[in-house]
């Protein structure tokens, strides 16, 4: 079993910044991919970055140029960098991993419990 935790969310003024981490920890053998997602009241859940073992990085459109993916895969942990933020990033930022734990030969995809970000106008 792997999970997820995550750290850094809260309120900001639009333009402002956060930090988001997310550590992961327990049966891993493997993590391939990390990555976050979002998801506003009434929406549905978006991805938001993500970025492989390698450290090849993808973003949405929405978020390109302002947020930043990095990861640190001695500590298995994985960041996010948000800068101008605007309102509508206000959402609940959930970190994800693919993973492959030490029993299991298959991989799978583990999720954190969310981490609320507010950009107030």
């Known amino acids: 079993q792997v999970q997820l935790v995550e750290s850094g969310g809260g309120l900001v003024q639009a333009g402002g910044s956060l930090r988001l981490s997310c550590g992961a920890s327990?049966?891993?053998?493997?993590?391939?991919?990390m990555g976050w997602h979002r998801q506003a009241p009434g929406k549905q859940r978006d991805m938001v970055a993500s970025i492989t073992r390698d450290g090849v990085a993808i973003y949405a459109d929405s978020v390109k140029g302002r947020f930043t993916i990095s990861r640190d895969n001695a500590k298995n942990t994985v960041h996010l960098q948000m800068n101008s933020l605007k309102p509508e990033d206000t959402a609940v930022y959930y970190c994800?991993?693919?993973?492959?734990?030490?029993?299991?030969?298959?991989?799978?995809?583990?999720w954190g419990q969310g981490t609320q970000v507010t950009a107030s106008s």
């Open positions: 327990g049966s891993i053998f493997n993590i391939y991919a």
């Open positions: 994800y991993a693919v993973y492959r734990s030490t029993d299991s030969t298959q991989s799978s995809v583990g």
